[in-house]
């Protein structure tokens, strides 16, 4: 099956920074969503985005199919951006398949 | 967008009895609705896809006579543990999608946190 990988694992940022988180995924797909899971966990859609770029506030997506790569950018980081951001991949009528998430601790 | 719904939000029950979760896409019927399973600190796990009107595909290491899966209608699947024991203490999350929409975006309910005492 389908293999996703994201990176880093954690991050710790100050209020204020910028950062950057990638997912890899092994196989041609149709879908790649990224997500954040609030503390209640609730999974929060942040982007549709199986191609190309899209922006919304502070947060944008990349994802580059032919390379097999997507690239999460927050700006301006908040504390209320805290949390685990999940990136996942399908083929067509398929289920989700997650990475491991990466564990953002924004401070203030 | 979509909607899904889940109930209850959270359940306490004794090792040996059942439960029943209930997804509900509430704005769009779906013929197609999977279930995922989280344990803490960890990503979620696909534990089987609910396929309207027959049954349900389970993953590999998933009991099905465990956990029952049924999707009676376009807009609602159940899913039932029966027989909970501790080790089956989690957090229960459906998901569903428009098929045959150009864009099959998954909308993800608001998950089931099960603690079997």
């Known amino acids: 099956g389908i293999q996703v990988e994201q990176s880093p694992p954690d991050l710790i940022l100050q209020e204020g920074a910028n950062s950057t988180l990638r997912c890899n995924f092994s196989?041609?797909?149709?879908?790649l969503q990224w997500f954040h899971q609030n503390p209640w966990g609730q999974l929060i859609n942040l982007f549709y985005?199986?191609?190309g770029t899209k922006q919304n506030g502070r947060l944008s997506a990349t994802t580059v199919a032919t390379e097999r790569y997507s690239l999460l950018y927050i700006s301006s980081s908040q504390t209320t951006d805290s949390g685990v951001y999940f990136c996942?991949?399908?083929?067509?009528?398929?289920?989700?398949?997650f990475g491991k998430g990466t564990t953002l601790s924004v401070s203030s | 967008g979509a909607v899904v719904s889940q109930h209850p939000s959270w359940v306490i029950c004794k090792s040996g009895t059942s439960v029943k979760i209930e997804c509900r896409s509430l704005?769009?019927?779906?013929?197609?609705m999977f279930w995922y399973r989280q344990f803490p600190k960890q990503s979620l796990m696909l534990m089987a896809t609910?396929?309207?009107?027959?049954?349900?595909?389970?993953e590999q290491g998933v009991e099905k006579d465990k956990f029952l899966i049924n999707h009676a209608s376009l807009t609602l699947s159940t899913l039932t543990v029966t027989s909970a024991h501790p080790e089956d203490s989690s957090f229960y999350i459906c998901?569903?999608?428009?098929?045959?929409?150009?864009?099959?975006?998954?909308?993800f309910g608001p998950g089931t946190r099960l603690t079997v005492t």
């Open positions: 998901s569903a999608g428009q098929p045959g929409q150009v864009k099959y975006e998954q909308y």
């Open positions: 196989d041609s797909v149709n879908n």
């Open positions: 985005i199986p191609s």
């Open positions: 996942a991949v399908n083929q067509a009528g398929t289920a989700l398949i």
């Open positions: 704005d769009f019927q779906a013929t197609t």
């Open positions: 609910s396929n309207e009107g027959s049954k349900a595909t389970y």
